[in-house]
């Protein structure tokens, strides 16, 4: 892919964070405090928990930004110890204090980002290591690939928070399409069968609708690891 088309992603990507951004904070306006400590729909983790998340998140994915455009290495995660930390230490602060967090974060990154845009066309080729692998893992990831990995984040996480105005099926042809994809890049095609936004909430572990199907006609088992 050439560099304008990297552009081209990368600006339209962040289009969509913003959008998808906004409709998280407005979501996020109907919580109280006893609502921060109910479950979210990933196991283990409460709303709190998803929330400061996708609140840390944002900070782990400005630190690649930064390595991008000043070119300075710069961890996403000191490690993925501390990233658990993090989330477990911010999990049941206030409704008000999580909405505060999410809006901040979400702000500073978008911040970062129009400085990546407006960086040269090297930066946008800049190698970053998402995650916290392991000690002198090589960087592989194009920086220009790393917004749709926050919106991946925002959209997802959105939804894991059971709440009755977002869900799994509120996620876009094209998004769902798109994240079935990388799936599939990362773990392989299977022959389930369904509508798109379930298979693809079956395909991140979150459910089983009654509606899929595998290829013998039976309610698919567990999906493959991603």
Request: charged fraction near 25%; glycine fraction near 8%; proline fraction near 8%.
């Amino acid at each position: 892919m050439g560099i304008l088309e990297q552009r081209d992603v990368c600006a339209n990507d962040l289009d969509s964070i913003n959008r998808a951004t906004a409709r998280l904070l407005g979501s996020l306006d109907q919580l109280t405090d006893a609502d921060i400590r109910r479950p979210s729909l990933l196991p283990g983790w409460s709303i709190g928990h998803c929330l400061t998340h996708i609140a840390r998140n944002a900070d782990g994915i400005g630190n690649l930004v930064t390595w991008a455009v000043t070119g300075t290495p710069t961890p996403m995660y000191e490690s993925m110890d501390v990233r658990n930390a993090d989330i477990e230490a911010g999990a049941s602060r206030s409704a008000q204090s999580h909405r505060d967090d999410v809006r901040t974060s979400s702000e500073k990154l978008a911040r970062a980002f129009e400085a990546l845009l407006a960086a040269d066309d090297s930066a946008l080729d800049t190698l970053v290591l998402f995650g916290a692998p392991p000690a002198n893992t090589p960087p592989d990831t194009p920086v220009w690939q790393v917004p749709y990995a926050r919106l991946r984040e925002v959209m997802i996480h959105h939804a894991d928070l059971g709440l009755p105005d977002f869900s799994f099926a509120d996620f876009d042809d094209v998004f769902i399409q798109r994240t079935l994809t990388f799936i599939e890049s990362r773990a392989g095609s299977t022959d389930v069968r369904g509508p798109a936004s379930d298979l693809l909430a079956w395909r991140l572990g979150r459910t089983t609708p009654a509606t899929l199907r595998d290829g013998e006609g039976n309610p698919p088992g567990p999906p493959p690891a991603w």
